[in-house]
């Protein structure tokens, strides 16, 4: 049973920073990609951030500049280093990892529970 679990949201003045981890758990065969998701009250889910397996990178424009996504591949974890946050990044964050559970199977999504970030004055 895979499990996403994510940690690193709080309140934090505008312009101030936060880090984001998302650690995966249970039997994997590999990991495809990882990304950040958010999603502020009545508003749509969007992308922030994307990592690949081969270490490329895609960013949303709000967020170019200011968030950088890495990886501990040994560690199944992905990270977020939010910078220079601003009153609009207030939304709930979530963690997606791409994974293939059995060799030669077909790719899902999992998804982290989400945890709140607040950049407010």
């Known amino acids: 049973q895979v499990q996403l679990v994510e940690s690193g949201g709080g309140l934090v003045q505008p312009g101030g920073s936060l880090r984001l981890s998302c650690a995966a758990s249970g039997s994997i065969f590999s990991i495809n990609a990882m990304g950040w998701y958010r999603q502020a009250p009545g508003k749509q889910r969007e992308l922030v951030a994307t990592i690949t397996s081969g270490g490329s990178t895609n960013y949303a424009p709000s967020v170019k500049g200011r968030f950088t996504i890495s990886r501990d591949n040994a560690k199944n974890t992905v990270y977020l280093q939010m910078n220079s946050l601003k009153p609009e990044d207030t939304a709930v964050y979530y963690c997606?990892?791409?994974?293939?559970?059995?060799?030669?199977?077909?790719?899902?999504?999992?998804w982290g529970q989400g945890t709140q970030v607040t950049g407010s004055s």
């Open positions: 997606n990892f791409r994974l293939t559970l059995y060799s030669g199977s077909y790719h899902n999504d999992y």
